[in-house]
C-alpha cells in the first residue's frame, strides 16, 4: 500500500524561527511529490511541486528537498511568521493524479 | 474567476438524510476530484472526472454516494442515507488540460456533520 508518513505529528515554534518538516514515503511509480498548507477549516494550498530530477524547490521562505533515492522529503520554513500557523501536508503522486496524502504537521507560530 | 468554489460551505444534518454538495471548478480546468478529509488526517481520493466522464471511483464511495459532472463544468457529490461516519470535510479540487504534473487547486471545502 503506498504510503506517506509525516513527523513531527505537530511542533510550536516562536516567531522568527526555522522550522523543518520531514516526509518519507513508499509510493511506487514515483511521479511527483507536493507540499500543501491547510488552514484550519480550508482546502489545501499548494506550495511546491517536485519531479524526480528536482531535489530543491523554493517558494519565497519555504524551501522543499527531494531525495527520491531514500524517498525522503523536507520542507524548511525560514523565519517563520504568525501566518505561517497551519498544518503542512505531503503528498506524493503515482501517476498523473492519483495523490496519496500524508496526515500533515501543524505548525503552530507563537509570538 | 478566484478560484475552486462549493457550496454550501457547512451541512448539519440528521441521521438517514440525503445531501448534496456542488463543486464549481476553475473556469477551463477539465479535471476535477472529489477527497474527503477528517479531523487530523490528510484528504482521502473519492473519484475523478475528465470532463464529463467519471474516470475513476475510490472504493471509499459506497453505493450511498453518486457523483455528476453533467455538462464538463460543475459537479455535484450526493450521499443518500446519510451516517455518522459520513461526518467530514469534502474537498472538490480542479486542474487545468494539458498541463504536468497537473497541479490540483483545492476549494474551501464542505464540511458536513451528521448528527
Known amino acids: 500500500k503506498n504510503q506517506v508518513e509525516q513527523s513531527p505529528q505537530s511542533l510550536i515554534i516562536l516567531e522568527g524561527k526555522n522550522c523543518t518538516l520531514q516526509c518519507n514515503y513508499t509510493v511506487s511509480p514515483f511521479s511527483n511529490l507536493r507540499w500543501y498548507k491547510q488552514d484550519t477549516g480550508r482546502g489545501p494550498v499548494s506550495l511546491t511541486i517536485m519531479t524526480f530530477s528536482e531535489n530543491t524547490k523554493s517558494n519565497g521562505r519555504y524551501t522543499a528537498t527531494l531525495d527520491a533515492d531514500t524517498k525522503q522529503s523536507s520542507l524548511h520554513i525560514t523565519a517563520s511568521q504568525l501566518s505561517d500557523s497551519a498544518s503542512y501536508i505531503c503528498?506524493?503522486?503515482?501517476?498523473?493524479?492519483?495523490?496519496?496524502f500524508g496526515a500533515g504537521t501543524t505548525v503552530t507560530v507563537r509570538a | 474567476d478566484t478560484g475552486v468554489s462549493q457550496d454550501p460551505r457547512h451541512k448539519i444534518t440528521k441521521r438517514g438524510q440525503n445531501v448534496t454538495f456542488r463543486c464549481d471548478p476553475i473556469?477551463?480546468?477539465?479535471?476535477l476530484y472529489w477527497y474527503r478529509q477528517t479531523l487530523g488526517q490528510g484528504p482521502e481520493f473519492l473519484t475523478y472526472f475528465q470532463n464529463e466522464a467519471q474516470l475513476e471511483k475510490s472504493r471509499l464511495l459506497s453505493d450511498r454516494f453518486s457523483a455528476e459532472r453533467p455538462k464538463g463544468s460543475f459537479s455535484t457529490l450526493e450521499i443518500q442515507r446519510t451516517e455518522q461516519g459520513d461526518s467530514a470535510m469534502y474537498l472538490c479540487?480542479?486542474?487545468?488540460?494539458?498541463?504536468?504534473?497537473?497541479?490540483?487547486?483545492f476549494g474551501p471545502g464542505t464540511r458536513l456533520t451528521v448528527t
Open positions: 479540487a480542479s486542474s487545468p488540460r494539458d498541463r504536468s504534473p497537473y497541479e490540483q487547486y
Open positions: 503528498v506524493v503522486s503515482d501517476d498523473d493524479y492519483k495523490l496519496s
Open positions: 473556469s477551463e480546468h477539465n479535471r
